[in-house]
C-alpha cells in the first residue's frame, strides 16, 4: 500500500473514533462473513459499530484519538468495537456474542485512556450498566424520601388511631350512659 493511501486510511479511522471514549479490541480471526454481518448487526442496534483495521493505522488512529496504549496488543487481526451508550454495554455484548462465536475473542480495552487487559475488559461485563445504575440510584433515593414520608407521617397516625379509639370508647359510654 502507498503512504498516501495508508495516510487516508488512518485519517479515516481518526475521524470515526472522534469523540469516542473507550473501544474494545477483538480478534475476529476464522470467523465467516456470515457470522461477522450478524455481529456488526447486533451491534448497530446497539448503536455500536465494528471496524476492521490495519495495526499500524490503528495505532495512530487510535493515539490521535487520545486512546493511547494499544500499541502492543495491536498484532494479528484485529476489529475495533466502539459507540454505543456504554463500554459496560459493548463488552457485555461481546461476551454474548463470544459465546456463540467461538473464534470471537476480546483481547483488550481502552477506557478512558487506560488499557485494559482482556481479564479486566471481560470483568466489565458483570458490572451494571448506565441505566441499571441510574435504577439503582433512583431507587436509592426514592426509598430515602419514602422512609422519611412514613417517619414523618407515622406519629400522626398513631394519634388519629388514639382520638378514634377514644371517640369510639365514649359512642359506646354515652348510649350505656343515657338508658
Known amino acids: 500500500m502507498s503512504k498516501r493511501i495508508k495516510n487516508l486510511i488512518a485519517s479515516e479511522l481518526q475521524k470515526r473514533l472522534k469523540g469516542a471514549e473507550s473501544v474494545v479490541i477483538i480478534d475476529y480471526a476464522g ?23 490495519p495495526n ?12 493511547k496504549g494499544a500499541e502492543k496488543i495491536l498484532i494479528g487481526t484485529n476489529a475495533l468495537v466502539y459507540g454505543g451508550e456504554s463500554i459496560v454495554d459493548l463488552v457485555k455484548e461481546l461476551v454474548t456474542q463470544a459465546k456463540d462465536l467461538e473464534k470471537l475473542k476480546i483481547k483488550a480495552s481502552v477506557v478512558e ?17 448506565r441505566k441499571e445504575l441510574h435504577a ?9 424520601g419514602r422512609n422519611l414520608a412514613g417517619q414523618i407521617v407515622g406519629p400522626g397516625r398513631k394519634i388519629a388511631g388514639i382520638i378514634k379509639a377514644v371517640i369510639e370508647k365514649r359512642e359506646k359510654e354515652a348510649p350505656a350512659a343515657a338508658a
Do not use: C, F, H, Y
Open 136 to 144: 439503582i440510584i433512583s431507587g436509592q433515593i426514592i426509598s430515602q
Open 56 to 67: 499500524a493505522q490503528g495505532r495512530k488512529a487510535l493515539d490521535a484519538a487520545g486512546l
Open 31 to 53: 470467523i465467516n462473513a456470515n457470522d461477522t454481518n450478524k455481529l456488526r448487526g447486533t451491534l448497530r442496534k446497539k448503536n455500536a459499530r465494528l471496524t476492521v483495521i
Open 113 to 129: 485512556g487506560k488499557l485494559l487487559d482482556k481479564k479486566a475488559t471481560e470483568a466489565l461485563a458483570t458490572m451494571p450498566s
